[in-house]
């Protein structure tokens, strides 16, 4: 496995994340740690989640997933195997929301607890919080890095102008800065993350870690109606953004790479991702070990140029 650096942190990371927001939701505890032992043993060690998961499920309150990948760690032999990402700010219920300073330390000892580890490898802001200025939160994001319970921080959801804003600051005042990025970007969301994200990250040396790869599924191709979603937990919420002209456009050439290539839709959609300038590593979800043999598969597929240029084509956004 050819591991990438991530910023300019020490961390190294696989070229693909695999994403735990399913971890103690779609997948169980059981079927949880199953596909993360299948994961490290196929050599990838990145793993991204948030103390927000799954607070969305009726009887959840967060910290389900972190929980789940907790009790796998506790197992033993693996921890110095994996880069452990986790983030803060979402709203958690109760006021536990945002990214004062005494939110974050509140938050990094309930995470660090679930996951039963001294130290998070990779702690990020989950979005901005714009009622709280930047030079505390990146502060408090500091001294945890200097009491050794965090050793990178990154950021998640930020806009170009405030990830600027942010960078400079860290420079400034001599503070830790953030290492990755954090975006939406997949082959349907692509304006917001090219049009500005991308030259600045490159131009800073920031790792991205994409999320969404797979559009929550969509680009897989098993969501071509409002019949398709309505029969998903989660395909209900990809029908109104990605059934129209332009998501049906990009399913066919995804189909007809596909066919080509002898591989699956959701197969060539993370290879894109992965092939994309300033990509470190696109983050997805796989709920079976069927759907993660399939992930590991799309990192050995390798696009040709009439299939990047097929692809670019299909999903322009004009």
């Given at each position: 496995?050819?591991?990438?650096?991530?910023?300019?942190?020490?961390?190294?990371?696989?070229?693909?994340?695999?994403?735990?927001?399913?971890?103690?939701?779609?997948?169980?505890?059981?079927?949880?740690?199953?596909?993360?032992?299948?994961?490290?043993?196929?050599?990838?060690?990145?793993?991204?989640?948030?103390?927000?998961?799954?607070?969305?499920?009726?009887?959840?309150?967060?910290?389900?997933?972190?929980?789940?990948?907790?009790?796998?760690?506790?197992?033993?032999?693996?921890?110095d195997?994996?880069?452990?990402?986790?983030?803060?700010?979402?709203?958690?219920?109760?006021?536990?929301?945002?990214?004062?300073?005494?939110?974050?330390r509140?938050?990094?000892?309930?995470?660090?607890?679930?996951?039963?580890?001294?130290?998070?490898?990779?702690?990020?802001?989950?979005?901005?919080?714009?009622?709280?200025?930047?030079?505390?939160?990146?502060?408090?994001?500091?001294?945890?890095?200097?009491?050794?319970?965090?050793?990178?921080?990154?950021?998640?959801?930020?806009?170009?102008?405030?990830?600027?804003?942010?960078?400079?600051?860290?420079?400034?005042?001599?503070?830790?800065?953030?290492?990755?990025?954090?975006?939406?970007?997949?082959?349907?969301?692509?304006?917001?993350?090219?049009?500005?994200?991308?030259?600045?990250c490159?131009?800073?040396?920031?790792?991205?870690?994409?999320?969404?790869?797979?559009?929550?599924?969509?680009?897989?191709?098993?969501?071509?109606?409002e019949?398709?979603a309505?029969?998903?937990?989660?395909?209900?919420?990809?029908t109104?953004?990605?059934?129209?002209?332009?998501?049906?456009?990009?399913?066919?050439?995804?189909?007809?790479?596909?066919?080509?290539?002898?591989?699956?839709?959701?197969?060539?959609?993370?290879?894109?991702?992965?092939?994309?300038?300033?990509?470190?590593?696109?983050i997805?979800?796989?709920?079976?070990?069927?759907?993660?043999?399939?992930?590991?598969?799309?990192?050995?597929?390798?696009?040709?140029?009439?299939?990047?240029?097929?692809?670019?084509?299909?999903?322009?956004?004009?």
């Open positions: 496995m050819q591991l990438r650096p991530l910023g300019q942190s020490p961390l190294k990371v696989s070229p693909l994340c695999l994403g735990g927001n399913v971890f103690g939701w779609t997948a169980d505890e059981k079927t949880s740690f199953s596909l993360l032992d299948a994961w490290v043993d196929a050599g990838f060690n990145f793993i991204d989640t948030a103390d927000v998961y799954s607070t969305w499920v009726p009887g959840h309150v967060g910290g389900e997933s972190e929980t789940v990948i907790g009790r796998w760690l506790a197992q033993g032999g693996r921890r195997r994996v880069v452990i990402a986790t983030k803060v700010g979402m709203d958690m219920g109760q006021g536990r929301v945002g990214l004062k300073p005494a939110r974050i509140e938050a990094v000892e309930q995470s660090l607890r679930r996951l039963q580890v001294d130290c998070i490898d990779l702690y990020q802001a989950h979005k901005d919080d714009e009622d709280t200025p930047l030079e505390e939160t990146l502060e408090a994001f500091g001294a945890l890095v200097k009491q050794g319970k965090v050793r990178a921080i990154g950021a998640s959801n930020y806009g170009a102008a405030r990830l600027s804003q942010a960078l400079e600051a860290s420079r400034r005042l001599g503070l830790p800065r953030y290492e990755s990025l954090q975006p939406l970007y997949n082959l349907y969301d692509r304006a917001a993350f090219e049009k500005e994200l991308r030259p600045l490159q131009g800073e040396g920031i790792g991205v870690i994409s999320f969404h790869a797979l559009a929550a599924g969509f680009l897989t191709g098993k969501y071509r109606s019949a398709d309505g029969a998903s937990v989660r395909g209900a919420s990809t109104k953004k990605y059934l129209n002209e332009r998501g049906l456009r990009i399913l066919s050439a995804l189909d007809e790479v596909a066919a080509r290539a002898g591989c699956k839709p959701g197969q060539v959609a993370v290879a894109w991702a992965m092939a994309q300038p300033g990509i470190t590593a696109p997805a979800s796989a709920t079976s070990l069927p759907q993660l043999q399939e992930l590991l598969a799309a990192t050995r597929l390798k696009l040709d140029d009439e299939a990047l240029q097929r692809l670019d084509a299909a999903s322009r956004e004009d």
